[in-house]
């Protein structure tokens, strides 16, 4: 990095669950993030290492009025709608907020000539795995409006990287899970639709039971696989990622899993033995649009930027979660 370069990142969805330990990351790591969310789905209480910027993706004068205030050396792109059922029903909403709102928040940038950018993709951007564990190679193909408009920022971010406009990071986050460590900041949704969240709701007596959606699928125990990585390993990649970029190092595609993946049925046995709660379940029918398995190949970060999990032990994730969901 030059020694000239600002040390402010703009940190769109800095109020949301990944964004927040972003931001924590970054500030451990001497640079200031900035938060700019709408708060739609964020939360003021998880901004606590830079200042909060209230405001639109959608909004250009808003953003521009960001740019010129802060002149970020790089700007991490999360904020964005993310429930696969919602943009099943809702397309247009999807559409609008992550490819329009991502339009213009790039086309904003580059007014400014800010061009380094990090973008929260996903492992939905793939559909139906044709092998696995799956590597960057494997074709883009989603099974739902959500990947769709991840998929489709992904092509505009390649098409202003090869006339030089942008240089970006593409990180395919796996299943993000999992607590802050210290217990500063966690997973707060509204609604809760995730496994592990919800497990634990029923561990604390807060739902009677969890659903297990499907247990006839091709898998060992029948029930669903997916690869859950550490939130904070997921911060800790963006960290190495733009480092790689403020060095001027290209742009790439990333993987961001443990390369492990656990069942539905696994997941709730450990939760069992981590909260030393009964958990009951109800077998109910699949939920559209899951994919029977989704494991990382994720060598080419660990190669690239040398990443490497630290807390992704399902135990880890499970106790830093509980730990959350108690004292929360
Ligand atoms: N599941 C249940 N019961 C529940 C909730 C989930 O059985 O009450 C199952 C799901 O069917 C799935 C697994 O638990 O097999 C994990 O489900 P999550 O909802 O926790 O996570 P997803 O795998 O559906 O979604 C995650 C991200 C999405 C991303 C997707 C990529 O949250 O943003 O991975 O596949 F798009």
């Known amino acids: 990095m030059e020694l000239s370069e600002s040390k402010t990142i703009i940190v769109t969805g800095g109020a949301g669950y990944i964004g927040s330990h972003a931001c924590k990351a970054l500030a451990n790591a001497g640079y200031l993030p900035v938060a700019y969310d709408n708060l739609s789905r964020g939360h ?7 200042p909060l910027e209230k405001g639109d993706i959608l909004d250009s004068d808003r953003l521009s009025e960001l740019m010129k205030k802060y002149q970020p050396s790089a700007v991490m792109h999360f904020a964005a709608l993310a429930y696969v059922g919602e943009s099943v029903t809702n397309p247009l909403l999807y559409y609008h907020n992550n490819v329009v709102g991502t339009y213009t928040l790039l086309r904003t940038m580059l007014r400014h000539n800010i061009n380094k950018f990090i973008f929260s993709s996903t492992c939905a951007v793939y559909g139906d ?7 960057e190679s494997h074709r883009r193909s989603p099974v739902n409006p959500y990947g769709n408009t991840k998929a489709m920022v992904e092509t505009m971010l390649e098409d202003l990287a090869a006339i030089e ?9 796996f299943n993000a899970a999992g607590a802050d460590t210290e217990g500063e900041i966690g997973e707060s949704h509204e609604p809760e639709t995730h496994l592990i969240p919800l497990v634990l709701e029923v561990a604390s007596g807060k739902r009677p039971h969890i659903e297990i959606f499907g247990n006839d699928y091709d898998t060992p125990d029948g029930t669903c696989v997916r690869d859950y990585i550490h939130v904070t390993d997921l911060a800790d ?27 539905v049925n696994e997941i709730i046995e450990n939760a069992k033995h981590i909260t030393n709660k009964e958990i009951d379940v109800k077998i109910k029918a699949r939920r559209p649009g899951d994919p029977p398995a989704l494991i990382a190949d994720s060598s080419k970060i660990k190669k690239i930027l040398n990443w490497k999990s630290k807390y992704s032990n399902i135990n880890q994730i499970l106790s830093s979660a509980w730990e959350w969901q108690k004292n929360n």
């Open 44 to 50: 003021d209480w998880a901004v606590k290492w830079g």
């Open 165 to 173: 406009q942008i240089s970006f990071i593409s990180l395919r986050y």
């Open 129 to 135: 795995p044709q092998e696995l564990p799956l590597t």
């Open 237 to 263: 990649a963006h960290i190495k990622s733009l480092e790689y970029i403020l060095d001027n190092k290209g742009s790439e595609f990333f993987n961001l899993g443990t390369e492990y993946g656990y069942s």
